[in-house]
Structure formats: C-alpha cells, structure tokens
C-alpha cells in the first residue's frame, strides 16, 4: 500500500511539472501555419539566419549604435549589409560588381508560402553590398522581416505615398522637375507592407477561383498580374507607380518625360515592352525601380533591363 502512495505522488508531481512547463512555453504544439498568418511566421525559422548573405548584426540594422532602439529601422545606404561573394559581370558600357547571390542551400532558407501558393518557390534574395539593386521578383522573396525595416519617407508633400528615404528624395527632386517642365509626375502605389501585397494576392486569387479555376491554376493567373507576397519590389520601398496603372499611360507625356529623364534621378522603367521573357512580367509603363542615378544610367545606355544588368539572364 505504502508502495502505490509513492508511486501515485511521483506521478502526480511529474503531471504538475509538465502542466507548468506547458504553461510556461517550455513544451507544448507549435504555432499553426495558416494562409491568415503573416509573413514573419510563415518564414521556416525566425531568427534562425535564414538569408543568404552574411549574418546582421543583432539589431538587424547593420548599426551597433541602434541597438537600443525599440523599434530599429534599415537604412539602405548606410546598414552596409554585404552578401556572401560578389559576382562581375560585364555590361556593354562598364563593368558592374553585383553582389546578388543564390540562397545557400540550407532548407531553412526556403520561401515559405511555398506550402500556402503552389507552384510559387523563389529563393531568398541574397542583400547586395549596394541594397538598391537588391534582385526581388518571383525568383527572388525578400529574406525575413526586411520590408518592416525599411526607413520609410513620404515622396511628395499633399500625396499619401511613401518610398525608401533616399529614393523618396530622389522621387520628390524628379517630381519638382517634371512639374517644371509641364508634367505632374503623380504618385499611385508606392511602399507596400507584406501583409498589404499578401491580401492583394489573396484577392486576385479568389476572382480567379470565383471564375472557376481550381486553387493551383488561380495562384498561377493571380501571379501573372499580382506578384506573390514577399516578391514585390515596392514591398522593399523602391519601387513606385506613377499616375495610374492603366496601359494607356505609355501615351501619355508623363510616361514620355520619365523615359527621357527618370534615368538623371536613379529611376528605370522595370518592366518594358519586349523584355517579357526577360523579366517574366508584363510591359508595365507605370512602375518605375529605383537604382541609383549611376546604374539607371548605365542601364539605360546599354539598354539592359536589372536581370541583364545584374548578369542574372
């Protein structure tokens, strides 16, 4: 009898010890991933140093100084981010140093959403040593938590857009002389949060599904006018439509000016017509990349969209 009371208390001890740990967090099921989750905890392994260049500092600001701060921000020009080994390539003008890497083949370093959207696995974008030229399509995911680091500034006083802090400057100076020159350069879509990008692929999902395509055939149509969250260039802050997202814009004199001078403020048409199988999106006259008034130039004397410019095709 003596025997059995010891051995129920043992048991009664060690039930309390695990229902504490459970409560505790020690122990107990992981979180559920679901299509509702946000992009941070869709990401295989937060914190775990999924991206493919080098590790940030812990502030994930790439400066020792703004480690304190609650909530850090990433700045471009200064964080100094590199990625692993940097790759030449040679354009028709000059030679370019790119820093765009593969992902590095750790498993951890897979996009996410590729249980959620099938069909859709871009790797993780390596972060160049110039952050600007940063390589984001359906190829190429942001790597984990960048979009909400990005130092954000609004373009041009009276419109509620905002881009990356320097390209926003650049923005507002293009704005100022276009506006001199007779065109007004409008702001229409800039930074986008990944949440914002996820729930506009979500919606052009269901209008497909809607229509009656099955899931994998409405993420593969949704993809082809809407890219997948995590693969948008505005999601990075460097990347802005401009007036509307009509076609019709490429006969506009806004759209004529900014083919002639979009280059003198580090901006490039990112999507032209006859680059399609280059690019894999459609001609889009609206959305202009910033790059920097250096590589925009040369783009644009080589003709050579960011994938050729990069070496990537």
Known sequence: MKKKIIALIVILAAGAGLYLAYRANEVGPPAPVTSEATFAELWADEGSGIRSQEPEAENSTGSAESATTAAPVFNARTAG??????????????????????????????YAYAGVYQGINPQVAAVPGDPYLIFVSRESALPQGYSGKVKLAACVPGYDHQMESTAAAQYRKMFDAGKADGVTLAPYSGYRSTQRQKNNFENKIKSYENGGKGREAAVMAASQSILPPGCSEHEAGLAMDIVSTDANFKDTKEYKWLVENAHNYGFILRYPSGKTNITLVKYEPWHWRYVGIEHATKMKETGQVLEEYLGLR
């Open 81 to 110: 981010i590199t990625a692993a080994a940097p790759t030449t390539t040679t354009t028709a003008a000059a030679t370019t140093t790119a820093t765009i890497a593969p992902a590095s083949g750790d498993p951890k370093a897979q």
